[in-house]
């Protein structure tokens, strides 16, 4: 933004000098001096004027409110990444939970409490092969099928939960929230180029494969595993808070299986005709800010009714 467009926005937002306007933002005098002599507003005081800009229009200048226009995707973004970290943080500590129930708690050597081998590589690459499923790849079945991205959407769900856990057992909670925090950090597709999106997912296989055949080392497999797999979310239409909403959902949805009879095959999967998944995906789509107890509480409200 140049100097002179922020005389007239501060005006038309009812300041009447620019430096009424700096002290209502808290910059001192000499940084609008450093601004006239540049000539030049800095991209974060747009993005204020932008906010302020909702209470009140700016005048008719074309300049100007393509500007605004250009900051509100970033400003948008930047607000809902600075609760990523926390978000990252609670995901990472569930999925820690849910590893440490279901299979003890020294999962990370790579054995289960019933002597089981662990291969969380061999997890993804079966959960890639179940995404690419979800879409029409087949040259000779139903070949004009549209993708269901809804399935899509949950696959990769279920890759990140398997991904979190080989980061965990790699490193530790604190460093895998630095390790994928500015991953998170991206606007996802709108319109979804399927051809595409299954490259994309292929390369999460590979990525698999290489780290298992020791033709990649393991803790660069992982960082090239965090930036693919937002690759892949990018290009699928699926942003981090929807990504993080389905996990919290899909992560309650299994202890509370667990919890009702699953081991046992006493659970009921059909809840009134819908599947349990559908069920929980609609509560998801009417809470804005999702919480494990919350959801919990309204599946079992939701499965006494039956």
Same mark, same amino acid.
């Given at each position: +933004?140049?100097?002179?467009?922020?005389k007239? =926005?501060?005006?038309?937002?009812g300041?009447?000098t620019i430096? #009424?306007?700096?002290?209502?933002?808290?910059?001192t005098?000499k940084?609008?001096?450093?601004?006239?002599?540049?000539?030049?507003?800095p991209?974060?005081?747009?993005?204020?004027?932008?906010?302020?800009?909702?209470? $009140?229009?700016?005048?008719?200048?074309?300049?100007?409110?393509?500007?605004?226009?250009?900051?509100?995707?970033?400003?948008?973004l930047?607000?809902?990444?600075s609760?990523?970290?926390?978000?990252?943080?609670?995901?990472?500590?569930?999925?820690?939970?849910?590893?440490?129930?279901?299979?003890?708690?020294?999962?990370?050597?790579?054995?289960?409490?019933?002597?089981?081998?662990?291969?969380?590589?061999?997890?993804?690459?079966?959960? =890639?092969?179940?995404?690419? *499923? !979800?879409a029409?790849?087949?040259?000779?079945k139903?070949?004009?099928?549209?993708?269901d +991205?809804? /399935?899509?959407?949950?696959?990769?769900? *279920?890759i990140?939960?398997?991904?979190? !856990?080989?980061?965990?057992?790699?490193?530790? =909670?604190?460093?895998?929230?630095?390790?994928?925090?500015?991953?998170?950090?991206?606007?996802?597709?709108?319109?979804?180029?399927v $051809?595409?999106m299954?490259?994309?997912?292929?390369?999460l296989?590979?990525?698999?494969?290489?780290?298992?055949? /020791?033709?990649?080392?393991?803790?660069?497999?992982?960082?090239?595993?965090?930036?693919?797999?937002?690759?892949?979310?990018?290009?699928s239409?699926?942003?981090?808070?929807?990504?993080?909403?389905?996990?919290?959902?899909?992560?309650?949805?299994?202890?509370?299986?667990?919890?009702?009879?699953?081991?046992?095959?006493?659970?009921? $999967?059909?809840?009134?005709?819908?599947?349990?998944? =559908?069920?929980?995906?609609?509560?998801?789509?009417q809470?804005?800010?999702?919480?494990?107890?919350?959801?919990?509480?309204?599946?079992? #409200?939701?499965y006494?009714?039956?």
């Amino acid at each position: +933004m140049l100097y002179k467009d922020l005389k007239i =926005v501060t005006k038309s937002l009812g300041f009447l000098t620019i430096e #009424d306007f700096a002290k209502y933002i808290g910059v001192t005098p000499k940084e609008i001096l450093q601004w006239e002599q540049k000539e030049e507003v800095p991209y974060t005081i747009s993005l204020i004027i932008h906010l302020l800009k909702g209470e $009140k229009p700016l005048p008719n200048n074309s300049t100007l409110d393509n500007l605004v226009e250009e900051c509100l995707p970033l400003a948008t973004l930047l607000e809902e990444a600075s609760s990523f970290p926390h978000k990252l943080e609670e995901m990472f500590l569930l999925q820690k939970e849910l590893n440490d129930s279901t299979n003890g708690k020294n999962w990370e050597l790579g054995i289960n409490k019933f002597e089981k081998e662990i291969n969380w590589l061999r997890c993804i690459h079966m959960e =890639v092969a179940e995404l690419i *499923d !979800s879409a029409p790849w087949k040259h000779w079945k139903n070949i004009n099928a549209e993708p269901d +991205m809804n /399935n899509v959407h949950v696959e990769l769900v *279920d890759i990140w939960h398997f991904l979190m !856990s080989y980061i965990l057992q790699e490193t530790n =909670v604190p460093k895998a929230v630095s390790l994928v925090n500015t991953h998170c950090i991206y606007e996802a597709n709108e319109e979804v180029d399927v $051809k595409a999106m299954i490259k994309e997912a292929e390369k999460l296989s590979y990525i698999a494969l290489a780290i298992q055949t /020791n033709n990649m080392p393991s803790f660069s497999g992982i960082e090239r595993f965090i930036d693919q797999f937002f690759r892949c979310c990018k290009i699928s239409g699926l942003s981090f808070t929807w990504l993080q909403k389905l996990y919290i959902g899909k992560n309650c949805l299994n202890k509370f299986r667990q919890d009702n009879g699953y081991k046992e095959g006493t659970y009921i $999967k059909e809840w009134d005709g819908k599947e349990d998944n =559908v069920i929980m995906i609609n509560i998801l789509k009417q809470t804005e800010n999702v919480s494990f107890k919350d959801l919990y509480q309204k599946l079992d #409200d939701a499965y006494k009714s039956l």
